[in-house]
């Protein structure tokens, strides 16, 4: 009778562990994150089902890059049939307007890094900065070099940052450098949680009910155990 007590206790302590061992995670709004959404046609062919065009990227800012169908230069495409490139040095860059540093939080920047099939990507840099007046501020940044990628795939790559009770000015503002060759990338995402763990209500609730529920489970075979025979 013990044994099973305790295989339901450890079973519900392990369920209730997972639930309440994760907190929130939101999505920031990035304006065109897998780069589909272009403003002008793809008017330089690069072969079959291969197209690409220069700054016209709708959401980001750049100087030598733009929107591009890859064609057979990559096996798959992250997200939709379009990608970002930009030769180096230059950057693709976009202002989260209106979105500041939160106080004490974590952001994640994830991006999908590509090689092409015939190995001319090379060196990059990805950051997570912020930027007010014309002034960026890096909060996260990672670099690496896209040979290390298998040929015509593409890998996730990112950074994070922890903020404090004291933050930064400014919006925060993406910047995708190629330093060396070209930089591909896709699927551009930037979540933000809570730094400190704080758990769900929901999962606050369910740790509560399943307390009760045990609870009274042990108080029932508790009375039936000191029952006297008749």
């Not at 690069?46 to 959401?59: D, E, L, R």
């Not at 330093?179 to 609730?205: C, H, K, M, R, W």
């Not at 399943?210 to 009375?223: E, P, Q, T």
């Amino acid at each position: 009778m013990m044994s099973k007590k305790l295989v339901l206790v450890s079973a519900f302590v392990l369920c209730m562990t997972v639930l309440t061992g994760t907190t929130w995670a939101d999505n920031i709004p990035i304006v065109n994150p897998s780069f589909e959404t272009i403003t002008g046609p793809l008017g330089i062919g690069c072969g079959t089902g291969c197209a690409y065009s220069y700054n016209t990227i709708a959401g980001w800012s750049n100087i030598a890059g733009g929107p591009w169908q890859p064609g057979s230069y990559f096996s798959l495409v992250p997200d939709g049939s379009l990608i970002g490139f930009t030769n180096g040095p230059s950057s693709l860059m976009q202002t989260l307007t209106g979105i500041p540093v939160l106080a004490d939080s974590t952001y994640t920047l994830s991006v999908f890094v590509g090689e092409r099939t015939d190995g001319i990507s090379g060196i990059y840099t990805l950051s997570l900065d912020t930027i007010v007046g014309g002034v960026t501020t890096t909060l996260c940044s990672v670099t690496g070099n896209a040979t290390s990628i298998a040929r015509g795939t593409f890998q996730a790559e990112g950074c994070s940052y922890t903020s404090e009770s004291s933050v930064p000015s400014g919006d925060l503002y993406l910047k995708l450098s190629a330093v060396t060759g070209q930089l591909d990338v896709d699927d551009v995402s930037l979540t933000v949680q809570p730094a400190t763990y704080v758990p769900e209500p929901s999962s606050i609730l369910l740790l509560s009910i399943g307390g009760l529920f045990l609870l009274s489970i042990f108080m029932v075979r508790r009375k039936k155990e000191l029952q006297l025979p008749t």
